[in-house]
């Protein structure tokens, strides 16, 4: 069954306590993203991978780093969470978005910053 | 700068009417157009693509137009029902643009 897993689904955490968000597809996709959804502000891209080794900057990467070193995993690291990145993030995966193929969506992961 | 606007306000209806949500953007050539179900508290789930060069797209009881004059897609769902009570969001696809960036949803409501 195609998948995209995020790791932990549930997290609250202290500020300053560096975390990892997993993500990992098993479609081979080339493509995978973060997002983070806030109420009345959508889905926010903090980060995309084209492919293995290749990141770039979404919309709100600061505070945030990614690594894509395989191509089915890529990991959301919070090296010093604050309060402010409390939210619902998502990973995403698709083949190409630029050819239109479709994207496929984690379950989310809720994390609360204390 | 790039702006994907759809109405923040919640859409409530009927059971059995149609519904129809609408995504207007500026500052987008966009080689497609991407809709979005979304439920909450869930990643969101792909509904139906339309390119360019389409006018209109349907799949069973969904129908989105595309009008690239206009600037706008419309996604209609006919006979609704309850269960189709979700978010909906757009994202339309710049060519050659290599991330994908979505509006903010219209709640759609569907009243037994």
């Known amino acids: 069954e195609a998948q995209v897993t995020q790791n932990p689904r549930y997290l609250i955490t202290v500020t300053g306590k560096k975390l990892t968000v997993t993500c990992s597809q098993n479609?081979?996709?080339?493509?995978m993203s973060w997002y983070r959804q806030d109420p009345g502000l959508g889905l926010r891209q903090i980060y995309y991978?084209?492919?293995?080794?290749?990141?770039d900057k979404g919309d709100v990467p600061e505070g945030y780093k990614v690594s894509r070193k395989e191509k089915r995993n890529f990991p959301l690291i919070l090296e010093s969470p604050s309060p402010n990145q409390t939210s619902l993030y998502f990973c995403?995966?698709?083949?190409?978005?630029?050819?239109?193929?479709?994207?496929?969506f984690g379950e989310g992961s809720w994390l609360t910053v204390v | 700068s790039q702006k994907i606007e759809q109405n923040s306000e919640a859409l409530n209806i009927q059971e059995g009417k149609t519904a129809t949500l609408t995504c207007n953007y500026t500052?987008?050539?966009?080689?497609?157009l991407q809709w979005y179900r979304q439920d909450p508290g869930r990643g969101p789930v792909f509904l139906l693509l339309?390119?360019?060069?389409?006018k209109e797209k349907r799949k069973e009881r969904l129908k989105v137009t595309f009008d690239t004059t206009l600037k706008q897609s419309l996604f209609h769902i006919t006979a609704s029902q309850p269960a189709d009570s979700a978010t909906y969001l757009c994202?339309?696809?710049?060519?050659?643009?290599?991330?994908?960036?979505f509006g903010s949803g219209t709640r759609l409501q569907v009243q037994p």
């Open positions: 991978s084209m492919n293995v080794e290749v990141t």
């Open positions: 994202a339309p696809m710049d060519t050659g643009r290599r991330a994908l960036t």
């Open positions: 339309i390119r360019e060069n389409e």
């Open positions: 500052n987008y050539s966009p080689a497609y």
């Open positions: 995403a995966s698709s083949l190409s978005p630029g050819a239109g193929n479709t994207i496929y």
């Open positions: 479609m081979n996709h080339e493509y």
